[in-house]
């Protein structure tokens, strides 16, 4: 009651504010998502993300010493496969001496304690673009999933920490978990995209990666973003299946659902703000229009209010700058 409580005054100096500040960002909150390409000393930009690059094999291993030099302790691969590699098999995907295997390698071998994360989906090696095998028009699940569960194998075999499924299958956290235990890779985790939306904002990644749908979208195993309870089944679904981490993906948009995850299960959960998010921030701050690195700050907090306890983020190299 007015004036014996003043809510001003917990802000009253900027000593006071530091001391009561509710979150902190670090640089372990800040998974950097990498996109490697064939070829050598490539650095190819991507026009849709200012700043972000393409990188061959040759660069990555300067690449992860100079994250690990900034304390970044984990990078998320995606790889851009050739157009002629691509099938509607997912054949490439396991190849021991694919473009992904041979990056988790140079990774690990320049940087060990470097936490090398994978993204395992058959999109980018896709002649359709599609996350799955196509049949009739259909995307399938459990032949899907078979190739998924071979690949995070394959993945583990080549050094990869994490296998981070962003399919959005059925049943396919607890196929890989299997085929992990069976191949004895019991300290592999899954890092599993669980509340993947079917969303507008994968626009940039699509044009760095060519893995645009060839027909169709992707509604039928990426979720309607008017849904809400239905991020609650499936991450509590990929839960039961064995996920060690959880994540929801956009991320600004969905900070509700990040919430709701964190009331609900003890888990960690990962957002992931993705690259159309990256591409407007960058868009406005070109245009003068929005101050770029302050409302960078004020995204990436965001997560952290909303209970994300990682960040998967093209912004990670810049944030830390500023912490
Ligand atoms: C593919 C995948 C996508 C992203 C990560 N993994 C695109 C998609 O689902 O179409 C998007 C990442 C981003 O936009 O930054 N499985």
Known sequence: ???????????????????????QLTPNDFIVPLFVVEGSQLKEPIASMPGYFRLSLDLLASKAKALWNK?????????KVAEQLKDNTGKEALNPEGLMQKAIGVIKNAVPE????TDVALDPYSSYGHDGIVEEGKITNDKTV?????????????????????????????????????????????????AKYASAFYGPFREALDSAPG?????????????????????????EEGADIVMVKPGIAYLDIIRDLKNSFHTPIAAYQVSGEYAM????AAQGWIDHDQVM??????????????????????????L
């Open 114 to 117: 470097m936490l090398v994360m």
């Open 71 to 79: 304390d970044i302790k984990a990078v998320l691969l995606f790889v």
């Open 281 to 284: 921030l960058k868009a406005a």
């Open 215 to 239: 027909f169709g979208d992707k509604k039928t195993y990426q979720m309607d973003f008017a849904n809400r309870d239905e991020a609650f089944v499936e991450t509590q679904r990929d839960i």
């Open 146 to 194: 078979s190739v998924l569960a071979e690949m995070a194998v394959s993945h583990a075999q080549a050094g990869a920490d994490v296998v981070a499924p962003s399919d959005m299958m059925d049943g396919r956290v607890l196929r890989i978990r299997e085929q992990l235990e069976e191949a004895s890779f019991h300290d592999t985790l899954i890092m599993s995209y669980s």
């Open 1 to 23: 009651m007015y004036p014996i409580h003043r809510n001003r005054r917990l802000r009253s100096s900027s000593s006071l504010r530091s001391l009561l500040q509710e979150h």
């Open 297 to 322: 700050m004020e995204q990436l907090m965001s997560f952290k209010r909303a209970g994300a306890q990682l960040i998967a983020t093209y912004f990670a190299e810049e944030a830390i700058e500023f």
